[in-house]
């Protein structure tokens, strides 16, 4: 995009020792056969090595939703395990034997889980960090290397995935603007603004040093006051965003609004940045001001610059 040029925008609206307790006689082997302590038992002569590491980390899994249980877990009497949210879902009904499940935990799983040492799930997106059981699941909803949320505004996308993958998302998908450029000029437009009680524009990408920053735009109230906001986010993470700056102004009739600051990475959500009012803000009279006219229709005219810091 060239600088300056106007574009006019329309709202849409792990080694353990282990002790087993023998089973009770009358279990018939069906059951043992089931029963996830076989499979602790015969793969763990004593150590662990990969493979029975490997069997461990499987009876770990949830046969409801195959995500790895944390305490509490839970067992029916024939020692079927599951993890506490499906518990609650199941209604107290085994889901592999129908037996009623009861409140019984499977302690010995639980005491297992935390020898147990294992790689990140981003380890194909490239992290290589090994972590304790119980500290797996904590490093991993922050881990560098987990996928990003879709940065679209218009609607709740459930689309995840790396930068490079979500670019191509907005473009084809959500038909984005794409423009070229640090510096931009953009005019938003809307009849009848009085009659607009929220709004959100449509998503704006810039390509600018090899990076990609979304524009907002949107009306909303803050308290009781109408307001118009516009802020940048950065498709990376929050120290990458530290690198740039960016700034917005919007005026008219000889005043003029400025905003300068960091874009926030889109790991933030947008409505957590627009709670947290990181942006330009500009009440809803003042816009119409800047509108000129009769102050019946937004015309509102809101240039910026991104730059990076050296």
Same mark, same amino acid.
């Given at each position: 995009?060239?600088?300056?040029?106007?574009?006019?925008?329309?709202?849409?609206?792990? *080694?353990?020792?282990? *002790?087993?307790?023998?089973?009770?006689?009358?279990? !018939?082997? +069906? &059951?043992? %056969?089931?029963?996830?302590?076989?499979?602790?038992?015969?793969?763990?002569?004593?150590?662990?090595?990969?493979?029975?590491?490997?069997?461990?980390?499987?009876?770990?899994?949830?046969? +409801?939703?195959?995500?790895?249980?944390?305490?509490?877990?839970?067992?029916?009497?024939?020692?079927?395990?599951?993890?506490?949210?499906?518990?609650?879902?199941?209604?107290?009904?085994?889901?592999?034997?129908?037996?009623?499940?009861?409140?019984?935990?499977?302690?010995?799983? *639980?005491?297992?889980?935390?020898?147990?040492?294992?790689?990140?799930?981003?380890?194909?997106?490239?992290?290589?960090?090994?972590?304790?059981?119980?500290?797996?699941?904590?490093?991993?909803?922050?881990?560098?290397?987990?996928?990003?949320?879709?940065?679209?505004?218009?609607? &709740?996308?459930?689309?995840?995935?790396?930068?490079?993958?979500? +670019?191509?998302?907005?473009?084809?998908?959500?038909?984005?603007?794409?423009?070229?450029?640090?510096?931009?000029?953009?005019?938003?437009? =809307? !009849?009848?603004?009085?009659?607009? &009680?929220?709004?959100?524009?449509?998503?704006?990408?810039?390509?600018?040093?090899?990076?990609?920053?979304?524009?907002?735009?949107?009306?909303?109230?803050?308290?009781?006051?109408?307001?118009?906001?516009?802020?940048? %986010?950065?498709?990376?993470?929050?120290?990458?965003?530290?690198?740039? !700056?960016?700034?917005?102004? +919007?005026?008219?009739?000889?005043? =003029?609004?400025?905003?300068?600051?960091?874009?926030?990475?889109?790991?933030?959500?947008? =409505?957590?940045?627009?709670?947290?009012?990181?942006?330009?803000?500009?009440?809803?009279?003042?816009?119409?001001?800047?509108?000129?006219?009769?102050?019946? &229709?937004?015309?509102?005219?809101?240039?910026?610059?991104?730059? =990076?810091?050296?």
């Amino acid at each position: 995009m060239v600088p300056g040029a106007i574009i006019c925008k329309e709202a849409i609206a792990i *080694e353990p020792r282990i *002790e087993f307790v023998d089973y009770d006689m009358s279990t !018939s082997n +069906v &059951e043992l %056969r089931s029963s996830p302590f076989r499979k602790i038992a015969t793969g763990l002569g004593g150590n662990l090595g990969t493979n029975s590491n490997n069997d461990v980390q499987e009876l770990l899994e949830c046969p +409801v939703c195959m995500n790895l249980m944390y305490p509490p877990i839970y067992q029916c009497p024939n020692g079927h395990t599951l993890c506490s949210t499906c518990k609650a879902r199941v209604h107290n009904s085994c889901p592999t034997c129908r037996h009623e499940l009861g409140n019984i935990r499977c302690l010995a799983l *639980e005491k297992i889980a935390e020898s147990l040492e294992l790689p990140c799930k981003y380890q194909i997106q490239g992290c290589n960090d090994i972590f304790p059981y119980y500290s797996k699941l904590k490093h991993e909803k922050n881990c560098k290397y987990r996928p990003y949320s879709c940065p679209y505004a218009g609607a &709740e996308c459930p689309v995840t995935g790396d930068i490079p993958f979500l +670019v191509s998302h907005l473009k084809n998908d959500h038909k984005v603007d794409m423009h070229e450029g640090s510096s931009f000029n953009h005019r938003y437009v =809307k !009849s009848n603004p009085q009659e607009v &009680e929220n709004a959100i524009w449509m998503l704006t990408v810039f390509n600018c040093f090899g990076r990609q920053f979304c524009l907002h735009f949107e009306a909303f109230h803050l308290g009781t006051a109408p307001v118009y906001m516009a802020f940048l %986010r950065f498709m990376g993470d929050e120290d990458e965003a530290r690198q740039f !700056s960016y700034s917005l102004e +919007v005026g008219g009739n000889g005043r =003029k609004l400025m905003w300068q600051g960091i874009p926030r990475s889109i790991r933030d959500s947008h =409505k957590k940045i627009r709670d947290s009012q990181d942006g330009l803000i500009i009440q809803r009279n003042l816009a119409l001001f800047f509108s000129g006219g009769d102050r019946q &229709e937004l015309k509102l005219k809101v240039a910026g610059r991104i730059w =990076k810091e050296q």
